[in-house]
């Protein structure tokens, strides 16, 4: 963990950079590597096709984005890396938001260590002897 989700609407794919923004979502995310550790960080985008906005007049945009962790940070570190991330969307689609109707949007949702079955060998790659 963590996991960052990005749903996108398909009018914006040419504009979005989507890899640009999960380059820079993930230098957020390594720099908290005492927090989350680096070999757990994963990023994927959805391109949504199937989706109206508002009254459906203008050709409207959505990114939303979910940080998924696990369960034991403080309400404190949870409202840094949520405000850290937000930033970076905003910036990285500051140019488009500018040029069309886009709204953003980014929830952080924790979930208990019952229920979460994980197996990964890339953490020992990151292991600091």
Same mark, same amino acid.
């Given at each position: ?100 109707? =886009?709204? =953003?949007?980014?929830? =952080? ?21």
């Amino acid at each position: 963990m963590p996991h960052f989700i990005v749903e996108y609407t398909a009018n914006i794919k040419n504009e979005a950079n989507i890899a640009k923004l999960f380059e820079e979502i993930h230098k957020v995310l390594i720099a908290r590597d005492t927090i989350f550790p680096i070999g757990g960080i994963r990023s994927r985008a959805i391109e949504v096709h199937d989706y109206r906005m508002a009254d459906g007049e203008e050709d409207d945009a959505f990114v939303h984005a979910v940080l998924k962790i696990g369960a034991g940070r403080s309400d404190e570190i949870k409202k840094d890396v949520g405000d850290a991330l937000f930033d970076v969307m905003k910036e990285h689609f500051s140019l488009l938001m500018s040029t069309r109707y =886009l709204a =953003l949007s980014m929830e =952080l949702n924790e979930f208990s260590e019952a229920g979460s079955y994980k197996q990964n060998n890339i953490h020992s790659r990151f292991k600091k002897d």
